[in-house]
């Protein structure tokens, strides 16, 4: 089993900024890979960013050179550096693992508005 822990979510305007936090405990040695994805209301859930434990990454269109993802093996801890954030950016971000299967976090919610 895997646990991951969101945090670092809030509300903030647009053009702002956030850093999403995304600790994992258990079996991660197992982990093959980590990302985040995003629900927004009424809306599927959507990939926001990879990144494999060989340090490639992916972005979504609708983010990319606007996020960074980045990951600290040491800390057990994955990021996802958002920057000019806009409206549309607004959802719960949740955080995942790959271990021969998809772990989950719990989400946290993000806000971008005026």
């Known amino acids: 089993q895997v646990q991951l822990v969101e945090s670092g979510g809030g509300l903030v305007q647009p053009g702002g900024s956030l850093r999403l936090s995304c600790v994992a405990s258990g079996r991660i040695f197992g982990i093959t890979g980590m990302g985040w994805y995003r629900q927004a209301p009424e809306k599927q859930r959507e990939l926001v960013a990879t990144?494999?434990?060989?340090?490639?990454?992916y972005y979504g269109d609708s983010v990319k050179g606007r996020f960074t993802i980045s990951r600290d093996s040491a800390k057990n801890t994955l990021y996802l550096q958002m920057n000019s954030l806009k409206p549309e950016d607004t959802a719960v971000y949740y955080c995942?693992?790959?271990?021969?299967?998809?772990?989950w976090g719990q989400g946290t919610q993000v806000t971008v508005s005026s």
């Open positions: 995942y693992a790959y271990a021969l299967r998809p772990y």
């Open positions: 990144i494999s434990n060989g340090g490639g990454t």
